[in-house]
């Protein structure tokens, strides 16, 4: 049996770390971290090495399966996609385009040709009903960045090594590493040898978390009012004058409506709001602002608020102010080796407004909290046909309940994915796609989010099973069989046709075209970096990936897409909102509920990726209701014991643990639990990990700027609802 080892990368977030795959007759029997990469290897987790059976779950879809009464059959793919063309026409005919919605998940995200060739699609039929996995956690930080910045995709990166002050806001990088919309390799433990050598590091999180446990300073704020802590400091900072006078004057702009903003703003106010003591924040203020070299970085532990935008736009603000923009030890912006700012301002957005709400696509999507009511309210416009592109809405959105409830209502439901999810149950097609391991990847728009100028072409490392498809392809098929122009313009349908029909007529598949002849052109066509022109030889021969040169200095000023070319600190609508948050009364437990749900990072987990993956769990393959051992103490509650944890629109039934990490009034419970994975070709009984907490949100309420649901501050109760007797024994 021959053996290989393929060089490659993970693509289960963003920090794409370089891989050494051993294979053995096209199965894979080892991942492991690859050490001759040269930007990622120290930073290899849990994630990336799954047991051999990756690509291979027992449930895994092989085929496309048209449901049938309550089960499925399988079919072949010109049956499924003639069947599923024919409708979508029809719908197209009848109701317009947006009539038909998709929703993708975060696997697409790290498939580039995925990406495109989904919004090529959607650009042939027309539709602009999108819904997308980052209105869930990520929105806050493309409307600061396009606000303040001139470009969704403008994310600074962390200078990890050369900080002196580290303030980290609802973040733990110790367990999910330095990756978000950036990603620093090794970069808490990066961190932690700056600490060594004097750094400080401060952590903002009502959660004592892996991070906060090493932290020099642990601030635990209440949740969802993050936003009124970064206020205080910009307050103390430009009350005291300790800001940086070059940088307010030269760099940005909006600094006196700034300072009318905090000149409104009471301190004690906005301490009493985050519940920390105001002595504390101007001690905060005042150090953050005399270290010489600083950062303030705000994770997802900001965004998932509806206050969320307004504090995620503060961070930014802060590092602002205080001289951290494109100065060693703060954040800086990596250009990459393609332009992506300049790729996306050259792509004219889409606008359009929700039916229901009337609210506007945000990073070219609508929220996921939108899509039950776009759904279910009838009139002209309502979805009726909705394509579910490597994701699981019912599980990471709010209300899941109503989300399901929708999909049972449509008149086609289309999963694309490696099995049925909890989200797929209502499908009248399933259509087996590729696994990572199974398809090539160059995630080029992707270059900009890493720390230092680097490159890696991700190989496949088996040949996927015969009837499964990569996702690209799919879409391709659609518009073809809908005779839809791909992209919206006319030609590029045809001209895929006709390679086909070469390669088909010259037995020369290489003449078909793949989504790798962009590839090419992309690198062909990319920027220099430290003088240095990338060429498709050097992706070939350096199969551990390529560091292109020392980070750099100096690019950020150069980047900005606002049409100044400076960075506004005080865009209008972010100060109305700032001021509607002080006007209104500091947030109280309504009646019933008198706790808060959080949310903690796993070590082992991807959002609603990997639960079901046999061994990746050690510690079992459930969440549980984490509540503060005094508040446990009050409810009746030990160790073990079985709670109902409660809202207005669900309720949960899991195991509770007592523990002094979370403050008083807070109930931590893991997202990403409790999608149930269905046998569609054995029939046997669904597999289900954990519950879904998400179940308790509403999905009525938003954050109005980023439209993102308050997955971490929803009020809910808890009661007992079985005793763990061996407690009692």
Not at 7 to 19: E, I, P, Q, V, W
Not at 513 to 530: G, H, M, Y
Not at 552 to 566: P, V
Not at 609 to 635: F, S
Request: glycine residues 8%.
């Amino acid at each position: 049996m021959v053996s290989e080892t393929v060089y490659t990368f993970c693509r289960y977030c963003s920090a794409a770390c370089g891989l050494e795959v051993s294979v053995e007759g096209n199965r894979v029997t080892r991942i492991s971290p690859d050490k001759r990469n040269p930007h990622s290897w120290q930073d290899f987790c849990a994630k990336g090495r799954p047991p051999p059976r990756v690509g291979d779950p027992p449930r895994r879809i092989l085929a496309p399966m048209r449901r049938v009464g309550d089960s499925y059959v399988e079919a072949g793919w010109d049956e499924a996609i003639t069947d599923i063309a024919d409708r979508m026409t029809a719908l197209l005919d009848t109701d317009g385009p947006d009539a038909i919605g998709l929703y993708y998940g975060n696997p697409t995200g790290y498939s580039s040709s995925n990406v495109l060739f989904m919004m090529a699609w959607l650009d042939a039929i027309g539709t602009q009903n999108r819904y997308a996995v980052g209105s869930v956690d990520q929105n806050a930080m493309h409307v600061v960045a396009e606000a303040m910045y001139g470009s969704i995709l403008m994310a600074p990166v962390s200078d990890v090594d050369n900080c002196d002050f580290f303030l980290l806001v609802g973040a733990n990088p110790a367990v999910s590493a330095w990756n978000w919309l950036e990603t620093v390799p090794g970069g808490w433990k990066r961190a932690l040898d700056r600490q060594r050598q004097g750094a400080t590091i401060v952590v903002v999180d009502p959660v004592r978390t892996e991070t906060a446990d090493k932290a020099d300073l642990h601030l635990a704020v209440r949740p969802g009012q993050d936003w009124a802590l970064l206020l205080a400091l910009v307050k103390v900072i430009l009350d005291e004058g300790l800001e940086h006078p070059i940088d307010c004057r030269d760099l940005a702009t909006g600094i006196d409506e700034l300072r009318a903003l905090v000149a409104d703003a009471d301190l004690d106010d906005l301490a009493a709001r985050c519940d920390l003591h105001r002595p504390v924040i101007e001690r905060l203020a005042r150090d953050f602002a005399a270290a010489l070299r600083a950062m303030v970085v705000t994770r997802t532990g900001v965004s998932l608020h509806i206050t969320g935008t307004i504090g995620e736009w503060l961070g930014h603000v802060l590092n602002v102010i205080t001289g951290r923009m494109d100065r060693p030890g703060g954040r800086r912006f990596e250009p990459g080796y393609v332009d992506a700012l300049r790729l996306s301002a050259l792509a004219t957005p889409p606008t359009h407004k929700s039916r229901v709400h009337g609210r506007d696509l945000v990073a070219g999507a609508h929220a996921l909290a939108e899509l039950p009511d776009e759904i279910l309210t009838p009139g002209p416009g309502r979805i009726r046909a909705m394509v579910i592109n490597c994701g699981n809405p019912v599980v990471s959105g709010p209300n899941g309940a109503r989300l399901d409830e929708a999909l049972s209502q449509l008149d086609l439901l289309v999963a694309i994915d490696l099995v049925q999810r909890e989200s797929h149950r209502h499908a009248h097609w399933l259509l087996p796609a590729v696994h990572w391991l199974e398809r090539d990847d160059l995630l080029a728009l992707t270059s900009n989010l890493h720390d230092e100028p680097y490159v890696q072409y991700g190989r496949r490392a088996v040949v996927p099973p015969p009837q499964a498809r990569e996702e690209w392809r799919i879409f391709v098929d659609l518009a073809i069989a809908m005779r839809k122009p791909l992209f919206g313009v006319r030609g590029v349908t045809g001209f895929i046709k006709a390679t086909r029909a070469a390669a088909r007529l010259t037995g020369r598949p290489g003449l078909e075209f793949t989504p790798q002849w962009l590839d090419r052109v992309i690198v062909a066509t990319s920027r220099k970096v430290n003088g240095r022109k990338l060429k498709w030889r050097d992706l070939m021969t350096n199969p551990h990936g390529l560091v292109l040169g020392p980070r750099e200095f100096g690019h950020f000023r150069a980047a900005l897409r606002t049409e100044d070319q400076k960075v506004h600190v005080a865009p209008p609508q972010f100060v109305s909102r700032a001021r509607e948050l002080l006007a209104e009364p500091a947030p109280r437990p309504p009646d019933g509920y008198p706790f808060q749900l959080a949310n903690r990072r796993n070590r082992h987990s991807m959002n609603s990726w990997l639960n079901e993956l046999p061994g990746l769990h050690p510690g079992g393959k459930r969440n549980v209701a984490l509540i503060n051992t005094a508040d446990a103490a009050d409810l009746g509650i030990t160790d073990g014991d079985r709670v109902r944890v409660f809202s207005p629109v669900g309720s949960i039934e899991l195991t509770a643990a007592c523990s002094d990490r979370p403050r008083r009034g807070v109930v931590v419970v893991d997202h990403g639990w409790g999608s149930r994975v269905f046998d569609p070709r054995g029939g046997g009984a669904p597999e289900c990990h954990g519950v879904n907490r998400n179940l308790l949100v509403d999905n009525a309420a938003v954050d109005p700027l980023s439209q993102t649901p308050p997955l971490n501050s929803t009020y809910v109760g808890v009661e007992r609802v079985e005793r763990n007797e061996k407690a009692y024994s």
